[in-house]
């Protein structure tokens, strides 16, 4: 016990409830039996043409940017409805508040919004809520960054607009999206003023002087495409392009219908074309923003020729720069909008919720593919416009602008509420551009986008790449990206007039690559099926070694068990025996041991069934009865009981052994032995006895020790019988009635049905009372060869007339073969017999041998293992036979009977 436990408190109980389970030990798998090959990774390089590495990062989520304005100015007091007329305004003036308008100081300065770090902010309750409604605080997380009002739109635009300009200079194409409540700073993010420039021309000034030398390109062209969604009179959706003059335009399905693209070369041409745009958009005063944007302004940039009369331009590598300033999400009570304004609010509120559910869908289908991608984008131009984008297909950034005020906190709370889930958005399932369907590669009427155009592009590189590949083993990467390099430059120098070839090569490579695409996913599959069950089967296979070897050892156990029990089996019974008649103590003590039985002969079959039981009384004595010993064994060795009980300083010993060796036959046997010992009458009988053997050495031995009032009595009997390819059958019963006044011994009847058989038996009997001794012994042999024998042949060897031999013995020997013996024996033999039983006594036990006697107490027992007796026999009382009803049942002749009895009882005196 470890010492340094402390002892349990005696007031303390403590009860253990379901104690901590140990985990089952895992099974020991021995892999080194498995030589189960290993399959290899797919192979790619054969099956898949090499693909050009992504640059994009895998599993990258929608960034979502939060920029908070900072607080400045109050809501206009007279809104002022604006007309299309009334434009162009000046950009610059749009914080400068409509004439007549009222502004005043925000009353209260605090804040709602609270920036907590770069990417997280805590929204808080305005302190007049306090009282009446909640007061929790709720904190938005997770943003790719957070602006505080405090920052500047050059630092906005370094962290949220610069990658997506890098990546449009690239070749890859990116969407901004403003997003948040009116009058929280979205045009001034877009747009901005003059002083302070926004997103847009920041990366217009980017793209033509601030690019990187490596993606500086002054000789490439970019165009502009600028157009806006509005409501006519509020009821349907109308489209505007900002850089016509007037030119009618409409999307038919995701695409812009005559829509213009205007050249830009220079940074200046592009503010220009910015500032032409604002004008034209429309805004109105509401009573949160002198100039609210009433349209969804989409600007595009892109760097590939726009479509002329039908041509494809394929010099563009297809990137698109694509920013929408959204318009505000307006409440009625704020805003005060009445009549078109309302409208206007109406239908500004119903795409941006359509944009909302649009994100959201995708967002649901992401976390969960069982639940289908909604076709909200089919509700709204913007949606549809911007489907690829609110499918994932495309890459987007969001940044909403809040208003920090308290008076905003409900916009505030609502944006974020509704917004923050967006960044759980993933990209990692953006389709290929080459999979993407022909009707979908012209979005726009006048601009090819660059998933129209990509999936040539990179088909062709693909290719290339592959050729190259394959001619060329040994050129290494950088190799190869200066082909692709060169192969770019090719496509991008080919003139207009080769378009049209090569649209033509294009779709005819659309089908054959999906084909191929579509196989390699199949071979993918099956590859990753196969990969499966390799691994289920080596997982079966440890399971079968890791059984076997259970079942080695099982068995290895249930051997030594068996041995353990043979060899205790065998000791039990030998040291029985011996104590038995050595230990001078067990004369206190019953022991039954059982017959030991040994097979060595796995092909044959034992069965073996025995039943001993022992009563004892005072008056009763000792009754032991073997009802039943049934063998059935070709070659088995058998060595059966013994019992003692001692009782008044006597003791009484039967010792049964027999020995069956047995082949090619079944042996059964069948031993009913009774001993009945009592003050006045002590009684053994072994009734019955059937064996059946071709082959068998049979050895019963039955000995009887009764000491009372230092008499002893032992009866032995010993039987031996072989036999060989013939059946056998013996019944034997043996009774022995012996009390003070009458001795009887019976041998019933015995029956030997064998061809070969040798049999002996042995019976001794002595009975010493008051310091005398009677002996009995008689041996019988009777040899039989292709008959069948009974003990009544022995008859005239046990002539009742003839002389006794000696005067003081009467001993019976009858010897026909040396190997045959019958004897009875008395172990304790007295020097010289004082008393010996009369011929008249030889002569009754010699007849009462062959009748079968039993004693009413095997009647109540049902004759287990034994003949019946009949009905009429008249009842007896406990224990002994009388001799008078031995005769009646006999029929033995009445002078006979009464000779002997006078004989014996003349002896006795
Ligand atoms: N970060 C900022 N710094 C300085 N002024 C800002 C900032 N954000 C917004 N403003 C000013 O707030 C006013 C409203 O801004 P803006 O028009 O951009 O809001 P909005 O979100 O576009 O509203 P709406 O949706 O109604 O068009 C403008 O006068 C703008 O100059």
Known sequence: MDSNTSPPCPGIITVRRNPPRRARATPQMTPKSFDLPEIS???????????????????????????????????????????????????????????????????????????????????????????????????????????????????????????????????????????????????????GTPRDPGMVPLALRHIFEDAEPHVKQPSRTFYMSIFEICSERGKAEKLFDLLSDGGEISMQQSSVKGLKEVPISNKEQAESLIAQATLKRATAMTNTNSQSSRSQCIINICDAPPKCKGVVNPKSNSAVLTIIDLAGAEREKRTGNQGARLHESNFINNTLMVFGLCLRSLLEHQKNRKKPLQKHFQSSM????????????????????????????????????????????????????????????????????????????????????VSEHTKQNDKNSAEERENITEDSSALGKLDVNSSVSLKSEFDRQVPSERSHIIMQNFAKVIWNVLKQYNSKLKVAEMEIESLKESIVNEKTKYWKIETQLNEFKANCTCCKVGNIKNDPEYCSSVSLVQPHIAEQQETFHSESSFLARVDQSDEDGLVLSTSCTQLCSENSDREAFSLTKPEHHSASEVDDGSKILSESSDAQSSSDARLDHSDERPTLGTSCTQPDANMSDRKLSTSLLNAEDHNTLEVEAVRKRSSESFDAQSLSEVRLDLSDEELTLGTSCSQLDCEKSDREISISL??????????????????????????????????PLSPPKDASSTKIDNLVDPRDKIGVDISRKPPKPKRTLMPSSSMLSRDLSTFDLCDESEKSKGNRGTRKLSAHEPQRSNGSISLLHLLQCVDLPLWNVSSALQLQLANYR
């Open 382 to 465: 913007l949606t549809r416009y911007l489907r690829d984008y609110l499918e994932g297909k495309k890459r987007m950034s969001l940044i909403l602008t809040a208003k920090p005020g308290e008076e905003d906190y409900l916009d505030t709370s609502y944006l974020l509420r509704q917004a923050s889930p967006y960044m759980q958005i993933k990209y990692n399932e953006v389709e290929p551009s080459n999979i993407v369907p022909k009707k979908r590669h012209y979005q726009g009427s006048s601009i090819m986008d660059d998933s129209k155009l990509s999936p040539l592009s990179e088909n062709l590189k693909r290719m290339r790449l």
């Open 766 to 799: 002595s009975k010493a009372e008051d310091h005398n001794a009677s002996e009995i012994e008689a041996v019988r042999k009777i040899p039989s060869e292709l008959f069948v024998s009974s003990s009544s042949t022995e008859d005239d060897k046990l002539d």
């Open 41 to 191: 990774v797919f192979p790619n390089d054969d099956v898949l043409p090499p693909q050009k590495p992504s640059t994009s990062p895998e599993n990258e989520n929608l960034k979502v940017f939060l920029r908070i304005r900072p607080l400045s100015s109050s809501p206009i007091q007279a809104p002022r409805v604006r007309g299309k007329s009334a434009w162009p305004q000046n950009p610059a003036k749009k914080n400068v508040p409509a004439a007549g308008a009222k502004i005043s100081k925000s009353k209260n300065s605090s804040t709602c919004v609270t920036v907590n770090d770069s990417q997280s902010v805590t929204l808080s309750t305005p302190v007049s809520w306090h009282e009446s409604k909640r007061i929790k605080s709720e904190t938005y997380g997770g943003f790719s960054h957070v602006f505080s009002s405090g920052s500047s739109q050059f630092q906005v635009y370094e962290r949220m607009m610069k990658p997506l300009v890098e990546e449009f200079l690239g070749g890859k194409s990116g969407m901004l999206a403003a997003l948040g409540p009116s009058g929280s700073g979205k045009t001034h993010t877009v747009f």
